[in-house]
């Protein structure tokens, strides 16, 4: 099935499990695969950043891919940001042989001009070949690429492939309404646009226009229901299942390889996956986080059941 610009609803990153050793752990990813499916999540996103992909090996990458596609019958996207043309287009051809639906695209922190940055998506286009539908990720905090709406018009307008835009700018809200915009006074064809950022804004970031959510929260059923509830216009359910997460999904915020230290902890703590290793370099959670993480988490669990964890 082929990634288009009409998925809506809740596409989770995954995470790439490793055991202590570092080597990847292939059942905790099926396991997590089949969790996704069961939360009712609309298609999954494998090997991007959170994936720790830049630290996988090219056979490390097609198995997760390959182990994926045979578990999970919707979209899956697949990450191949890469330095080169050479390694993206391997992966996105090999990930699309083995049943992919589209790939994601990042773009280098070299970039500084608008020309520049619409120039590298119109190579890339090219290097994975046209008929690779993608997504293009705008994601200025980590990248240190800011797209302003008028740079992401042109590389839609030029790219018949590119069909979703995994929204991750910081603010971004005027972003998400200066796009929708530009759709309907006809000046730019639809894109899917999905947000990022943990889910920080995700509650207003709907109400704006947005078609759901592209990121690895550790409670992607919460996602789900707020995605429905504001799809539905019940704006106070929407936002009361939100806050009620608000204050640990601010935790697991914090940026880099804390946290996501934070959500691999959480998914282990899930039983979702045996061990949070990150692969190195990485980062863990000493006492006095796991400590914090526990208490955040018992807090959702007042209003939230799907928070109550075992006892560690
Ligand atoms: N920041 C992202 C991960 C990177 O793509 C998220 O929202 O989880």
């Given at each position: 099935m082929s990634l288009t610009s009409a998925i809506t609803g809740v596409i989770p990153i995954s995470p790439t499990p490793f055991h202590q050793?570092?080597?990847?752990?292939m059942e905790s990813m099926a396991r997590l695969t089949d969790y996704f499916l069961s939360c009712g999540v609309d298609g999954i996103t494998i090997l991007g950043q959170l994936g720790e992909a830049p630290k996988l090996e090219f056979s490390e990458a097609r198995a997760i891919v390959e182990l994926v596609a045979k578990r999970f019958d919707k979209p899956i996207v697949v990450g191949v940001s890469a330095p080169g043309f050479a390694a993206m287009r391997s992966l996105a051809r090999e990930a699309m042989e083995l049943g992919a639906s589209g790939v994601m695209i990042g773009p280098p922190n070299t970039l500084r001009t608008d020309d520049q940055i619409v120039g590298y998506y119109r190579q890339a286009a090219e290097a994975i070949g046209p008929d690779v539908p993608f997504v293009l990720q705008d994601y200025p905090l980590t990248f240190s690429v800011v797209m302003t709406p008028n740079v992401i018009k042109r590389i839609v307008t030029e790219n018949?492939?590119?069909?979703?835009l995994k929204h991750e700018d910081w603010p971004g809200l005027d972003k998400i309404t200066a796009l929708r915009g530009f759709e309907a006074d006809g000046s730019m064809r639809h894109i899917a646009i999905l947000t990022g950022n943990g889910g920080l804004f995700l509650d207003f970031e709907m109400e704006r226009g947005a078609d759901g959510a592209n990121t690895g929260y550790a409670f992607p059923e919460m996602l789900v229901d707020v995605v429905k509830l504001s799809a539905a216009g019940q704006r106070d359910a929407a936002h009361d299942l939100f806050d009620a997460h608000l204050p640990y999904l601010r935790y697991e915020q914090q940026q880099g390889p804390l946290g996501l230290a934070v959500r691999k902890y959480v998914y282990m703590r899930r039983g979702l996956i045996a061990c949070d290793a990150q692969r190195k370099p990485g980062a863990t959670l000493n006492a006095a986080a796991k400590g914090e993480v526990e208490f955040l988490l018992s807090r959702i669990a007042r209003s939230d059941k799907r928070a109550v964890l075992k006892a560690a």
């Open positions: 050793d570092g080597r990847v752990d018949a492939s590119c069909v979703v």
